[in-house]
């Protein structure tokens, strides 16, 4: 499964270095941090939750499911309370593994076990770059993202779009977001979970893209959502339903409840797991409810609040372990799991570098299958920033590599080239460094390791200036993609009709097709 | 054993809040990226290297030494070969864990296992603040560093003389730096070794602090030095003459080949690993052939050339392996690892925080003993910043606090306090929260979690510049930890009396004391 494609190091400096297309599968154990014991402490405690207290989902449809199945419903009241048993016999039907394909099928990836997948930032409104610093994000700049993504093939997914389009209107854009991902990258990409229609009408674009037809879709899972629940236990309506079209059409939703400790979710790590577990489990519920055997994954975003301010925190201590404590749980289910990469930084600067190599440590250890928010995120998810996204691909890159096993047998042992070599002396025109020196080692996208007097000649120019030289760089490298023009025609049909459908009122015009 | 004593976050914002004083035990499994087959295979490799080809020792005693106990050596050619059983037998009296004493009892740390401990840089000639930029180090410098690492309670040793005060002479200068070290702060520091008179200079003025006789050291570890072997294949006679003095004495050398691969030691891992453990494994058997049962730490330094420039590179993908695979050798022979928190960048900027958090994890990971040169390294050791050591600082509490348990019982699982917010709610002010948010997350040193407003209003400083701020703030809150006068007045006549002799030329009189 694992291949192999890093591009050459090329000796011209301007021309970039980056790591070729790989799945990345880390082939040691998962760090477990909590014993089956504590585990199994959380699980109950979270099925006395949704037996007792319950969780409020504000879709009827949601709600009129859960009867179908048995669960408590007080339609008044919104809730709805599981005994134990329908839990656990409804969620044990959740695959542990499924591949999600990409319309160019080398980049096609894996969900579940040992397999890593990494995905850039999702769900910021601004965007921001040196040059032109903090700004509302618009379809132009994320065009540009999406050929970064391109350019950076540590990135198995685009993620669940890197920042909105403020300019254009916030009912439709979701179809120009959708367009500019499938024409700009030719990796997955997330569909907008706020409501079904944006949820189908990313189904609908992608059947296009695959020539399959919607009923196939059950059958190929083509693209996944993220859904947040609204913590603490409340569900509303627009990811409800979203949630539900996913579901009906097979294709795996991201289940991420919303804990932040102190705010969202008690102090504790263990509370704040309690509860998240809880509010998961009764997501999980839904979407078997709706299709057995419908792929899901379980998400976690638990990380602390400062309890001075109010003000989220990222990658620190209790994030990282609530991250690896909350990989068992999706274990524990035999479910696939996703975490992020994110930090509280207001800047690309040092404190965004630290906190992201913390959460990304924590999600390589944890086994996360989706790292989302695993590329240009920064000031706690508000701003998509395009040297962070340099820096991250570099953080990635290195961890990746960090992943692949040393080979041991008699060539790379090297007992006579160390006898060769006296002491005292070099290896760089040893016979066995000439064999295997040009691509031996990695090459950065953007380290600098050259001494202090070259780079200071140079300029002295810092690895966050740097970063927005590199991307600008791999803009300039560019090339889109090959698709086929009639697929992009029909994309664009389709993309025109929902915008006059959309304009005209009849929004959910999409749902009643083939349903 | 695990100490807690957090020091309590001041709402004042000019307080800096630190982590207070804690040994850090590694309560998971190490990280273990080779199986037994392969270190087998690399130890055997290694046995054949020692007993074909072998490594050269300038020092006569050292090769008298390995003589004495059945070694072959060339006197002329100043090479040593071991047969496989004299090297697995004589290594086999080394202690797998020992104490270190500290003036401060409570500052003593104890190496092997899953103890892990943070040690400052040691080696450079330059210093840098980013007011003051690059310069040679001075004896001012040095007192300020010790101040900031007496303050950074994370620090468990200080290192093995951060940089050197180039103003003084070079063949005394050391006692100034032991007496500053012993003076400025409390924790552990590392002898200087570089000749014998060097480490014995530093043993003396211990046995005054500690008010022991000299006789007494072998029972009572009190410092710990570095011998570098300048790989391939050789050691000066510098370091073995002060390494064989350190034993004699029963204090732990930390024995450190330095094989960058594709310079000093073969491109590949596997073979770099055969030559790092070949040439540890002959300094090893020195040590034990001194004293057996002389406490020694394994160090690793492998990491890569950039094979188009020749710099070394720091915290890369090969770094993390080599230190992984190294530790395990390290367990193999059941004798306690070093490993180090380097980087390669030219600024304390992004590059030098991931390549440091890179070589930090591996470290953590890999039940590192002794994390050398993990506060304030930059330019791979040329240069020790003091905004690097407080970017350290934080990262290393960050990851000292990810290794803390998750307290999962009764109250934390936090059922009837989740069932008391109502969904959409939030846990601000309820009592579950109340009786605990004051201490129970994280505080950081550095990191900002202001929002973009606040924070932009504030000067838009980045974490770099408020770490400046921040060594500051620490200086001006210094004091210095109590010491007898008694004990200065006696060290004071030491050094006086020891510089005297290295002036007329009797630098090794020290050595003709009690031997």
Redesign the interface.
């Known amino acids: 499964m694992r291949r192999k494609s890093r591009k050459r190091?090329q000796?011209n400096p301007d021309t970039i270095s980056r790591l070729g297309w790989r799945r990345i599968v880390n082939?040691?154990p998962p760090?477990?941090?909590?014993s089956a014991d504590?585990i199994e402490?959380?699980h109950l405690?979270s099925l006395?939750?949704l037996r007792?207290?319950g969780?409020?989902f504000f879709s009827s449809r949601a709600r009129n499911i859960f009867q179908s199945i048995g669960a408590e419903v007080d339609h008044a009241e919104q809730?709805v309370r599981f005994d134990p048993a329908l839990v656990t016999n409804t969620i044990k039907t959740i695959p542990s593994r499924f591949q999600v394909n990409a319309r160019n099928s080398e980049r096609s990836v894996e969900f579940g076990g040992p397999n890593i997948n990494f995905a850039t930032v999702g769900g910021p409104s601004f965007v921001s770059d040196l040059d032109r610093g903090?700004r509302a994000g618009t379809l132009t700049d994320l065009k540009d993202f999406f050929k970064l993504v391109h350019q950076l093939e540590i990135f198995h997914s685009g993620g669940a779009s890197p920042f909105e389009p403020l300019e254009l209107p916030a009912e439709s854009r979701h179809l120009d977001k959708y367009l500019a991902a499938i024409t700009h990258h030719d990796r997955l990409w997330m569909a907008n979970m706020i409501g079904a229609y944006r949820a189908r009408d990313a189904l609908e674009m992608l059947t296009i893209v695959h020539g399959m037809t919607r009923e196939q879709l059950t059958e190929k899972p083509v693209t996944t959502g993220n859904i947040n629940i609204?913590s603490?236990?409340?569900v509303d309506e627009a990811m409800s339903d979203a949630m539900i079209e996913f579901a009906y059409w097979g294709q795996p939703v991201l289940v991420t409840p919303f804990t932040l400790?102190?705010?969202?979710?008690?102090?504790?790590?263990?509370?704040a797991?309690?509860?998240q577990n809880?509010e998961a489990l009764a997501c999980m519920v839904l979407i078997q409810a709706v299709r057995p055997r419908s792929p899901l994954i379980y998400g976690s975003f638990s990380s602390?609040?400062?309890?001075?301010?109010?003000?989220?925190?990222f990658?620190?201590?209790?994030y990282?372990?609530t991250t690896l404590?909350s990989a068992q749980l999706a274990r524990r289910y035999s479910v696939p799991f996703r975490s992020s990469g994110p930090n509280?930084?207001?800047?690309?600067?040092?404190?965004?570098?630290?906190?992201t190599?913390?959460s990304i440590?924590?999600a390589v250890?944890a086994h996360t299958n989706l790292l989302l928010h695993g590329g240009g995120w920064l000031?706690g998810g508000?701003?998509a920033s395009f040297e962070k996204l340099i820096?991250d691909a570099?953080?990635l890159q290195?961890?990746?590599?960090?992943l692949?096993?040393?080979?041991?047998?008699r060539?790379?042992?090297?007992?006579d080239?160390?006898?060769d070599?006296?002491?005292?002396?070099?290896?760089?025109g040893?016979a066995?460094?000439m064999e295997?020196?040009?691509d031996?080692?990695?090459t950065p996208l953007?380290?600098?390791?050259?001494?202090?007097e070259t780079?200071?000649d140079d300029g002295?120019v810092?690895?966050?200036q740097r970063?927005n030289k590199v991307w600008k760089s791999l803009l300039k490298e560019y090339t889109p993609p090959p698709i086929d023009q009639g697929i992009v025609e029909n994309l664009n049909e389709f993309v025109r009709r929902r915008k006059q459908e959309i304009e005209r009122g009849h929004v959910d015009a999409i749902l009643r097709v083939s349903r």
Chains 1, 2 share one sequence.
């Open positions: 190091a000796r082939p040691y760090l477990d941090i909590l504590q402490a959380i405690a006395d939750v007792d207290a969780v409020k809730m903090r609204n603490p236990r409340q400790l102190g705010a969202m979710a008690p102090t504790t790590m263990a509370g797991l309690v509860q809880a602390n609040v400062d309890m001075k301010t109010g003000s989220p925190a990658g620190t201590p209790e990282v372990r404590a509280a930084s207001n800047a690309p600067d040092e404190q965004a570098t630290y906190e190599c913390m440590w924590a250890m000031e508000l701003v820096i570099e953080i290195m961890m990746a590599l960090s692949e096993p040393i080979t041991v047998n060539e790379t042992l090297a007992v080239a160390i006898a070599v006296p002491p005292g002396g070099h290896f760089f040893s066995h460094t295997r020196y040009e031996i080692f990695y953007l380290s600098d390791w050259r001494n202090f780079w200071q002295a810092v690895a966050s970063a």
